[in-house]
């Protein structure tokens, strides 16, 4: 499939933001990168920011929700592929941390727009672990459990194991933390 102008923009703003933040990426970097001039960026998007916020969104729907609605489409087994998706180390950038973190703390006080968006990513995480968890439950994989609390500490301490590994410059660290959280997990194994 051809990579169209719009695609480029999109991956090369994703990355700038993604390795500088928002605030320290350079739109000539984006624009460098994608190897298309700012009349085209224009073309698609009102402003750096506009882009940038489209950027998060459809990369973070790509690169890291797309890895659990493939578990919904499950028909059994849906806590292993929860705690094989959770432990593979290799999906993640230790060194950068989680992309969406990094906007949060960057850019929700200052930004309303950038606050909703991340909100509602967060939302749509929080929620794909539901839905894991409930149809776990609903195949007999589970213990019943309040399944939206149960979400909610999977996603915090998925993201403090990635703040931790960012901190420490070693991945050990979110191992070490999904480890002790997958047997949390399987207290409720059936």
Known sequence: MKETTRQK?????FEE???HGYQGAALTEILKNAGV????M?????????????????????????????????????????????????ARDFRRGCPIAN??????????????AMKAIYKKFRDYLKRILDKAFEAKEMKECDTDKMALFITSTVEGAILSAKASGDV?????????????LWQYKI
Request: aromatic share 10%; glycine share 4%.
């Open 37 to 40: 001039h700012k009349g085209s």
């Open 9 to 13: 923009l999109i991956d090369a703003t």
């Open 42 to 90: 224009y073309h698609f998007f009102g402003s750096k920011k506009e882009m940038a916020l489209a950027a998060i969104e459809e990369k973070v729907a790509e690169r890291n929700l797309a890895k659990y609605v493939r578990i919904l489409e499950l028909e059994n087994g849906y806590l292993q592929a929860l705690a094989d998706t959770l432990s593979n180390t290799k």
């Open 172 to 184: 050990k660290d979110y191992e070490d933390t999904v480890d002790m959280l997958i047997s949390v």
């Open 17 to 19: 933001v993604y390795s």
């Open 103 to 116: 906007i949060v703390q960057e850019m929700s006080n200052l930004d309303e727009d950038f606050d909703r």
